[in-house]
């Protein structure tokens, strides 16, 4: 019986080289999913913000119209 050195056999080496360039690139797609996870927040909260401003300009248009109404019937 005779040893044989298999073609497929890797160094450890090669090994390690293979191993780290997998978690390099597992941690590189854990940083891309926490960056993507930053700017859905940040949309959400950009969108939450225009929604308050339109509601506080729909507010401050009645108000307006109130204050409007007011004075017209001060003056009759």
């Known amino acids: 019986m005779s040893c044989?050195?298999?073609p497929w056999r890797i160094s450890a080496y090669e090994k390690d080289q293979i191993t780290s360039g997998y978690f390099k690139w597992a941690?590189?797609?854990?940083?891309?999913?926490?960056m993507q996870m930053t700017?859905?927040?940040?949309d959400t909260e950009i969108a939450e913000l225009e929604m308050e401003k339109g509601?506080?300009?729909d507010k401050i248009k009645?108000?307006?119209?109130?204050?409007?109404?007011?004075?017209?019937?001060l003056k009759n």
Not at 27 to 34: Q, R, T, V
Not at 62 to 73: A, D, F, T, V
Request: glycine residues 0%; charged residues 45%; negative net charge.
């Open 4 to 6: 044989h050195v298999l």
């Open 27 to 34: 941690d590189e797609m854990n940083e891309i999913c926490d």
């Open 39 to 42: 700017i859905l927040e940040k």
């Open 55 to 57: 509601y506080i300009e």
């Open 62 to 73: 009645r108000l307006k119209e109130i204050k409007l109404r007011h004075e017209i019937w």
